[in-house]
Nanobody, 127 residues
Framework: QVQLVESGGGLVQAGGSLRLSCVASGRTGTGYAMGWFRQPPGKERLFVAGISRSGDITDYADSVKGRFTISRDNAKNTVYLQMDSLKPEDKAVYYC????????????????????WGQGTQVTVSS
């Protein structure tokens, strides 16, 4: 079992920045690809960004490319999502997810591919 705890959400004006963090605990010895998803009010949960076990492969939804950056610090069991140039449509609950994998350099964009989820952190962007 792996436990994921997100932090860093909050209220920010359009054009501003936030950095989300996700700390993993438990059976973190197994390699995990990590991902960030978001769920706007009344809508489905969608992929935002993914990162491979090694951190050398990243993947982004088209809606956030060039504005968001995913990274990880394996020594700290932490994955980050740097969000810049935020827009009102970025408002959502953001979830961190982990998938155990033997692939070192592969990211996973599909929600169904992840086994562990955090509780989510709210991001609100005012116009």
């Amino acid at each position: 079992q792996v436990q994921l705890v997100e932090s860093g959400g909050g209220l920010v004006q359009a054009g501003g920045s936030l950095r989300l963090s996700c700390v993993a605990s438990g059976r973190t010895g197994t390699g995990y690809a990590m991902g960030w998803f978001r769920q706007p009010p009344g809508k489905e949960r969608l992929f935002v960004a993914g990162i491979s076990r090694s951190g050398d492969i990243t993947d982004y939804a088209d809606s956030v490319k060039g504005r968001f950056t995913i990274s990880r610090d394996n020594a700290k069991n932490t994955v980050y999502l740097q969000m810049d140039s935020l827009k009102p449509e970025d408002k959502a609950v953001y979830y961190c997810a982990a998938r155990p994998t033997y692939h070192i350099s592969r990211s996973f964009p599909a929600l169904a591919e992840y086994d562990y989820w955090g509780q989510g952190t709210q991001v609100t962007v005012s116009s």
